[in-house]
């Protein structure tokens, strides 16, 4: 098949040429950011998100299910993945740079199949759990995982396609399984909160300490002016 036959691999030309075209420190960045750094922005905004958490003192159950959302995203991430092993099995597709020589790889090593793509699928269903829970962060995450997939095939190691594919991957399975993840895991954040020591470390975003936050009803009145106006805009939607 004619290369301008094969939009997928067409588009891998276009992106892995601009490897060839960069500057050694450039792709020196891009190898980098490709493998350590989206993971390392996900950590932050995971943070970020549990600091908005800890800031909703109008609702203890609102901000538990917060946690419990935070606590899915990286679980969701390792679903992800294992659902992805028999798929990858399944297609065995080689990596780019098996069949078409002229790629630019920037990372040696890689050995197994392509399809798909384990980073963008990772990235992408940690990045839409943070969503569910904190939408600044959320949108934020998931413009790094689609960043993540741009990566790989900058880098030569996958086909536009593989990261497609792991980022639908890592959407559906955070979306899907949410429901019965949260039903299973807000009662024991709920739980796991009653200990003192845990309640401190899970408010302390916040200065609360192992004060936790108060129903609603006890709120000052000015606490429902303005800033809660504010805080509405940017709740847990899985709540």
Known sequence: MALWDNPDVELLYDINGLAK??????????????????????????????????????????????FAGLVWAPLAA???????????????????????????????????????SDHATLTMAIAVGIFMVQRKPGLVAIALAVLEGFCRVYMGVHYPTDVVGGLALGT???????????????????????????????????????????AAGDQPAARHGGGRARRTSDRDLAA
């Open 21 to 66: 075209d960069a500057p050694t420190w450039a792709d020196r960045i891009m190898e980098y950011v490709g493998e350590y750094g989206i993971a390392v922005g996900l950590v932050l905004l995971a943070l970020w998100a549990w600091w908005g958490v800890t800031r909703r003192r109008e609702s203890r159950d609102e901000a538990l299910s917060g």
């Open 78 to 116: 390792l679903v992800a993945l294992a659902v992805n092993i028999p798929i990858r099995g399944f297609v065995e597709r080689p990596r780019p740079f098996v069949d078409h020589k002229g790629v630019e790889v920037l990372v040696q090593g890689k050995t197994d199949f392509s399809f798909v």
């Open 172 to 214: 559906a399975v955070a979306l899907l399984l949410a429901p019965v993840a949260m039903w299973a895991l807000t009662p024991v954040v709920r739980a796991v909160a009653g200990n003192a020591r845990i309640e401190t470390l899970l408010w302390a975003g916040a200065g609360l300490g192992a004060a936790a936050p108060v």
